[in-house]
């Protein structure tokens, strides 16, 4: 059996490293299923199974545990970068200003009372207790990806070697930090006294006043005198609204009309437009109609077509000239579940599946261009990922000098491929950059290299746990932590309530979108009917995310000099 027990205890062995990581993971990932109180920790819980594997003794050496912890933390960024970047920059539009400032003053807040309670409640003279804390406010907020930031900042602070755990910290408050998130939102609604159904009814009547811009199909008669002898591009001038003519029917004959076709009086035209502009529409040309465009004398077809062609992509319609020259028209786009007006200054993004009209062979053409192929997409682009790697390392490494820090600061491991995954998803396409991949790709790869990161995190912090949770100041770390929590959350949730009005619902995914905790986002989705909550997550993640990263990384260099 002395095989079996180097297998264990050889820390040198590759098949032991291989063993540790996967006996840390599964059963991180197996217990992290499992909920408490009906709340699970999901993959978190591979930090917890990483301490336990370290205090007992199973460890590898201090080198492959670094390299695994960094190539899991880069892995990791930079996909959650692919996933953020494209919406990054829109979530400043459109309403999502007050939410991202609501969300950026909660990160400075928890900033604010995690330095607050370091310099009422902890020695200030150990070097080792602001980075303990930022540890705890990472699990405060329940955001791994600062953990990951703030750890590979300690090694530019500290000599090699030296840096202290900070996982301890982080695994002492992230419990607390799931629950005080949930519970902190629920008092919310008990201090504001609000009543579900009235918010469920206020986005109701809101929705029914301001509908959102989708496509809206219908078929109309042309009866205004005024246009008769007009080209649709003089229409679409003088209307003053964005519209599709995707078929027009006259004299008994179908055709694909483009912008220089001349329509007449008691033609009838199948338009598509923005949901918002259709009774302005029709106002304009005429009364709605029926007709069944299937049994008219030139076959017509409508079909699905998915943009897989990477030369199509960052495209946009008006460049390509659908109706013009190949004779069908681009009615709407379907992109992340969401239906949208094919504006003719739209950009396609590879993924994108357009609504094609007009005869089946010119489909069929335009299908071609498009590419159109489903297995395209089932296979990631490797070679954009690790380009984006080689770059985000890259600037990284890249020094800076700041006024008042003594050494220069770098963006490191995790900023680095995390700008760089942000500026690729949002403007690949102008470098000829095909950067989709399906989201079950991005999310193996993004839980990959979590686990990778929390299992080493553990696995190194383990020895010395205990001693520090036990006979430290562990039980300092869970009510500070806890503190971090709810305080600022309280804070910001009656400012967008009292102040801005907001949506009690909307509130929940701002929330939970400001500390990036998923369970937050599940517990708002299953106390609501609607989206509310998910559209507040989503317009404030992308920022919070960076801001978290960002600030970790900060406090560690400002301030553990």
């Not at 529409?281 to 709605?288: H, I, Q």
């Not at 069944?292 to 077509?305: A, E, N």
């Not at 490191?412 to 998803?425: D, E």
């Not at 036990?470 to 959350?489: C, E, N, Q, R, S």
Request: with cysteine; charged share 15%; glycine share 10%.
């Amino acid at each position: 059996m002395d095989w079996f027990q180097n297998l264990l205890s050889d820390p040198s062995s590759i098949a032991h490293i291989v063993l540790l990581y996967a006996l840390v993971i599964t059963a991180g990932l197996f217990l992290g299923k499992q909920k408490f109180f009906g709340i699970s920790l999901g993959v978190t819980f591979v930090l917890f199974a990483g301490i336990l594997a370290g205090h007992l003794g199973l460890t590898g050496t201090m080198s492959t545990l670094n390299f695994i912890q960094d190539f899991g933390l880069i892995i990791f960024v930079y996909c959650v970068g692919l996933q953020v970047g494209p919406g990054f920059f829109e979530a400043f539009q459109k309403g999502g200003v007050t939410l991202n400032l609501l969300a950026v003053g909660l990160v400075l807040l928890n900033v604010a009372v995690m330095l607050g309670l370091y310099y009422l409640v902890f020695d200030t003279s150990d070097p080792k207790n602001l980075p303990m804390m930022v540890g705890v406010l990472c699990g405060a907020v329940t955001n791994t990806p600062g953990l990951g930031a703030a750890t590979e900042a300690l090694t530019q602070v500290f000599p090699q070697g030296a840096a202290p755990q900070i996982a301890s910290g982080y695994a002492c408050a992230y419990p607390l930090g799931v629950v005080g998130i949930i519970g902190a939102t629920i008092a919310l609604r008990y201090i504001c006294r609000i009543a579900l159904q009235k918010e469920e009814d206020q986005i109701t009547a809101e929705r029914a006043e301001n509908p959102h811009v989708k496509p809206h199909k219908m078929t109309l008669k042309v009866e205004n005198a005024a246009l008769n002898g007009k080209t649709l591009l003089q229409v679409r001038t003088f209307l003053g609204r964005d519209f599709v003519c995707s078929r027009a029917l006259h004299e008994g004959h179908v055709s694909i009309p483009n912008r220089d076709t001349v329509i007449y009086l008691g033609d009838l035209l199948y338009i598509v437009c923005a949901e918002d502009d259709a009774e302005a529409v029709m106002a304009f040309m005429g009364s709605e109609t029926q007709v069944d465009w299937t049994i008219q004398d030139l076959p017509m077809v409508s079909k699905s077509i998915l943009v897989t062609q990477p030369s199509m992509n960052g495209k946009t319609f008006g460049q390509l000239h659908f109706s013009s020259v190949h004779g069908v028209n681009v009615t709407r786009i379907s992109r992340s579940g969401m239906n949208l007006f094919a504006d003719r200054n739209l950009r396609m993004q590879v993924g994108d599946k357009i609504i094609v009209v007009g005869p089946e062979d010119a489909v069929d053409r335009v299908a071609n261009m498009m590419g159109n192929s489903i297995k395209r997409l089932d296979h990631p682009n490797l070679a954009i990922i690790f380009v984006g790697l080689m770059l985000g390392i890259v600037l990284g490494s890249i020094p800076f000098a700041i006024p008042g820090i003594p050494m220069p600061v770098k963006l490191g491991l995790a900023g680095g491929p995390l700008i760089v995954a942000i500026l690729i998803g949002k403007w690949g396409y102008k470098m000829h950059m095909v950067t989709y991949t399906t989201t079950s790709a991005n999310l193996m790869l993004r839980e990959f290299g979590l686990a990778l990161f929390l299992a080493s995190v553990g696995i190194k912090a383990g020895a010395n746990f205990f001693d520090t949770v036990v006979a430290g100041d562990g039980l300092k770390y869970v009510w500070t932590g806890f503190l971090i929590t709810v305080v600022p959350i309280l804070i910001i949730g009656l400012i967008a309530r009292l102040k801005y009005k907001l949506n009690y619902f909307t509130i929940m995914g701002l929330i939970a979108g400001s500390t990036t905790d998923p369970p937050a986002l599940a517990f708002a989705n299953q106390s609501a009917n609607n989206d509310a909550a998910a559209v507040g997550y989503s317009t404030v993640y992308p920022m919070t995310m960076f801001l978290r990263i960002l600030t970790a990384q900060i406090i560690i260099l400002l301030l553990c000099q």
